[in-house]
């Protein structure tokens, strides 16, 4: 199948049971009410099935469509209009997975037993404690759960909860089995891969197992793979911002996660120095991001988790004070979903919508969104945040999984209720501008002094500036005039 | 200081801070409208903080009471009336100590470092997969949390969360420290010493590390320890029942964790087969409980976790049925409690209150309460279950914590009101009548065939039955004459 190269335009990020309800239904709402508004969608998983143990990131069947919300058609027929990413979760399958099941019950005998990785797969001389110690997880305990496969004891490799087993990448079968995904992607349109937490993907003893050169080894076979057969690769690491830069320089596209936290703490401080840093040392081939369906990532602003003598982005008081005060402006609710208190996997995220974290003030949050659409890179908003959505406390409770508190199931009244908010129609303008506006074809610089932040877009004559007082949240847009519009101003306060 | 021997008679188990609000008001409740029902007390851990992150359970201060709660004065006062028994958290202290904090900042250099378990300290050379592998834990993930103890990072050693640091209980510093807690104690008149999680408290390389030759030694200088200071020790231990037939045959006192279950399979299903077998095995040096402040143990009932070939006394299909209709007669709020749902410490134990259990039926509740009453042993009633008391969704919604749904914060009016429901009067007179009837003194049989159970008791003239149809849940009790009362039927069924 041949298909154009993916767009670098504005890109949605959604659940299609959340935002929808299917994948039909989720085209419809990108080819309706947000035509001309994203050129591409990240889908999150809608494998089988699509509502596991960690909201579709542990696939039963990942190359099957969960029925409940489309086929591969549906699929393909979206990408007739708009790029499509898919995640593909490399790491691990869930504990279901017909071939896990068949090692449980067989163990060596069974055809499978090789995909999975154990503790003696990568230490089979035993390890010390120095050893272990070494093993990167941004969360407490080791990666391995004991489980009596066949007859016999055994400590599976489970990186994130005990439903996740860890897959042997190096093997035969676990190499074939990902191969089945890449082309069952790639055969109905998806034109961007994410590889879902592959920092973790590759197990080599005497090292963090975490991005070490045999992780990047495996990235670029991925990359290589995915590209022959059309599509771009999206590596998502939260890490370090020196070594998210390092892989930055390796791979198609990263995440920029370093900018959420960045934007919260210049809005909350009105000082503009660590996100300043930031934009002139980050890397541009970047999918930015405010909010996703995870939690707003501490780890890639602060001080080095490997090597903790390397200073972060913010100080390690300067990321205590971003997380305090998360809790405070969002009246302690994210102090529920966050940490220990919410059987979260990482600690090292906080979880509260966009919009909450920004005490629901409706000029800060079109900022921050500014700020992100100004930001070089592919812009990806996600479906919460569009909608500028509240912290959903009744599924965090029904759930007891913190990350459920920014994942609302929005029913079509409450799509149609967005349309008509200030917020919403606001950032769908941003969005066309940033679509649309020649001048972000062009160069970018950062000016202005103190809490003046301007962000400045310049291409011959089509000019694009952003300029934030970020102690007062209070900024405008000015836009030269190009072929679909005159020059203008666009004031980000609702008007009271 | 000198007193009496610790009685056999009626406990209560209750969290100081959920039933009256600090030891003196649990006190006058027990002098007051609990006079005659009751001969002891578990208070659930009262040290300092009595609220941290494990309700009580890992103590920063394990040798003071939480001020919040009272004094030692309190507890020695309550100790002249009324048997007291306290916990020993044998196992571990909370990461917020000041030993282990000094061991976090200052690692090997820090007096205390000898006081804490690594994985280096038990398998100095390393370990390999076989060998971790056999380490018995009932709950996913091996016991060890990577953190930096000065400038080095280190495996913790860490059996239940990563906020409670186990001891190393052969060290002099591990000793010395059970010492002091233990005098302070029985300085202010405990008489019951309850071991939590002893179990676990002495890891052994080339064991599981739970209940081996090596933990009985440590149990057994224990309890001399506390004998010589006039205390008796209960064992607290969740396994298979054979093995707690042969601990019980080695301490004081054991936990009967198999009646609960049992006593919910004899109701569900009408079948008194295993129930009647428990009854003609188990040992009577032991403490009977229907519900109490952890979750109702599977574990206890089923196959062996360790050596999985030996049959437990239910079949393993009983009892996943068993799991099931717990569900099923909460209206599933148990399920949104336990296992996975709920980052549950045990997730072999099903989180939900007794009455819930039972459907609110008062009938059965009441059947329950009697069967426990006329088995065996000390009886001890949890202050939900005396009170039938119902799950608490909001608790469970604000923490997050499966076991909260059983551990509801009663205010004075909700005990007021519990004194006048029929439930709970009929359970205060059943429990003054296991109190001072002459024929529990005497000797035990069980008789009836099929659904029919009967519990009879015998002491010369004096006699005691329960008589009671499992399949209807209807049931009586019929004693002679005694000097407090003449010969009566009590009907287990409330007036319609």
């Known amino acids: 199948m041949t298909r154009p190269a993916p767009s670098t335009g504005p890109q949605l990020i959604a659940y299609a049971d959340r935002l929808g309800g299917s994948i039909p239904a989720l085209t419809a709402l990108l080819r309706g009410p947000l035509a001309g508004v994203f050129d591409g969608v990240h889908i999150l998983p809608f494998y089988t099935p699509f509502d596991g143990a960690d909201a579709g990131f542990d696939p039963v069947d990942h190359t099957a469509v969960d029925p409940r919300l489309g086929t591969w058609s549906d699929v393909a027929d979206l990408a007739t209009s708009h790029t499509v990413m898919a995640d593909m979760i490399v790491n691990h399958v869930s504990v279901d997975s017909a071939a896990f099941q068949d090692v449980l019950a067989r163990g060596d005998r069974s055809p499978a037993a090789g995909m999975f990785l154990t503790f003696g797969s990568v230490y089979p001389d035993g390890a010390d404690e120095a050893e272990l110690a070494r093993i990167y997880r941004p969360r407490p305990g080791l990666p391995f759960t004991p489980m009596t496969l066949g007859d016999t004891r055994h400590l599976v490799w489970t990186t994130f909860t005990p439903q996740q087993i860890d897959l042997d990448v190096r093997s035969t079968a676990g190499r074939e089995y990902l191969d089945q995904v890449l082309t069952?992607?790639?055969?109905?349109?998806?034109?961007?891969?994410?590889?879902?937490?592959?920092?973790?993907?590759?197990?080599?003893?005497?090292?963090?197992?975490?991005?070490?050169?045999?992780t990047f080894a495996f990235i670029d076979e991925l990359t290589a793979a995915a590209r022959a057969q059309g599509a771009q690769v999206l590596v998502e690491i939260h890490s370090h911002y020196q070594r998210q830069i390092a892989i930055a320089e390796r791979v198609d596209l990263?995440?920029?996660?370093?900018?959420?936290?960045?934007?919260?703490?210049?809005?909350?401080?009105?000082?503009?120095?660590?996100?300043?840093?930031?934009?002139?040392?980050r890397p541009s081939n970047?999918?930015?991001?405010?909010?996703?369906?995870?939690?707003?990532?501490?780890?890639?602003?602060?001080?080095?988790?490997?090597?903790?003598?390397?200073?972060?982005?913010?100080t390690a008081a300067q990321v205590d004070a971003?997380?305090?005060?998360?809790?405070?402006?969002?009246?302690?609710?994210?102090?529920?979903?966050?940490?220990?208190?919410?059987?979260?996997?990482?600690?090292?995220?906080?979880?509260?919508?966009?919009?909450?974290?920004?005490?629901?003030?409706?000029?800060?949050?079109?900022?921050?969104?500014?700020?992100?659409?100004f930001t070089p890179g592919i812009p990806q908003v996600y479906y919460v945040g569009l909608l500028a959505g509240v912290n959903d406390m009744d599924l965090l409770a029904r759930t007891g999984v913190?990350?459920?508190?920014?994942?609302?199931?929005?029913?079509?009244?409450?799509?149609?209720?967005?349309?008509?908010?200030?917020?919403?129609?606001?950032?769908?303008?941003?969005?066309?501008l940033r679509r649309s506006h020649p001048a972000f074809g062009g160069r970018?610089?950062?000016?202005?002094?103190g809490a003046e932040l301007i962000l400045a877009w310049e291409n011959g004559d089509a000019t694009a500036r952003l300029v934030l007082d970020a102690g007062s949240g209070v900024g405008r847009v000015e836009v030269s005039a190009d072929g679909d519009g005159p020059a203008r101003t666009l004031v980000l306060t609702p008007e009271s």
């Open 286 to 314: 970047a999918i930015t991001v405010l909010d996703t369906h995870d939690g707003i990532g501490v780890v890639d602003v602060g001080p080095d988790q490997i090597e903790p003598h390397a200073p972060g982005l913010l």
């Open 184 to 214: 069952a992607l790639t055969s109905a349109g998806v034109g961007m891969i994410r590889l879902d937490a592959v920092g973790y993907g590759v197990k080599t003893p005497g090292t963090s197992s975490f991005m070490t050169p045999e």
């Open 322 to 373: 971003l997380v305090e005060s998360i809790h405070e402006h969002s009246g302690g609710q994210s102090r529920e979903a966050t940490g220990w208190a919410a059987s979260n996997v990482d600690v090292y995220q906080v979880n509260c919508t966009f919009y909450d974290a920004l005490d629901r003030d409706d000029a800060r949050h079109v900022a921050a969104r500014a700020i992100q659409l």
């Open 402 to 432: 913190g990350r459920d508190i920014n994942r609302h199931r929005f029913d079509a009244e409450e799509v149609e209720a967005a349309w008509g908010s200030w917020a919403t129609r606001t950032v769908l303008e941003l969005l066309r």
């Open 444 to 449: 970018f610089r950062v000016e202005g002094e």
């Open 254 to 281: 990263v995440y920029d996660f370093a900018l959420p936290p960045l934007v919260l703490h210049t809005l909350y401080t009105g000082d503009t120095a660590a996100l300043r840093h930031w934009l002139d040392v």
